[in-house]
């Protein structure tokens, strides 16, 4: 039996709608008192297929990982350059739409939009986005790495839960068509 893959964003922000500060930190995402990974894992039991933006990739690349984070999942990263898959990755560009398009014709879990900003701008814009898990930690940056850019879109959406994990709140959206 087979069921509709959706494009889940899975995400945490400040506040103030910050993803990182201008230089790609997240040191005040762990300043913030949660409760055990904060719905990571229950949400990575519902996905088979990550899709990130190139500069996200670099940022996981650089943080010295001993193992690849998304190793048994099926992973796009999504770049303008022509790369070599890996591994652990295969790169794609051209059309947002075509290629989500195609993952949702494939059987499997949901498909998740790990980021970043440019990336998420891109499935925002083609419509692809499906439902937002967006995790508010009690910290306003000013300034930074925006969740959402400036753009002509609008979007509405329907509040399918909250959650807390102590300090944290969780807000499960889904978009309405």
Known sequence: MSRKRKI???IASSL?????TKEDS???LFEVEGEGDNGYSEFYETVDTVVMGKRTYDWLINQGLEEFPYKNKVCYVY???CLEDTENVKFVNGDVK???EK???KNGKNIWLVGGGELLQA????????????TIAPTILGSGIPLFREGSYQMNLSL???KNYKQFVELHYEVKR
């Not at 103030?16 to 990182?20: L, Q, R, T």
């Not at 499935?123 to 967006?134: G, K, L, T």
């Open 123 to 134: 499935f925002i814009q083609e419509e692809m986005v499906d439902e937002f898990i967006v």
């Open 98 to 100: 075509e290629f989500v």
């Open 26 to 28: 997240l040191d005040w």
């Open 8 to 10: 889940v964003v899975f």
């Open 16 to 20: 103030d709608g910050y993803i990182a």
């Open 160 to 162: 399918l839960g909250t």
């Open 103 to 105: 993952l949702k014709r």
């Open 79 to 81: 770049t303008r350059s």
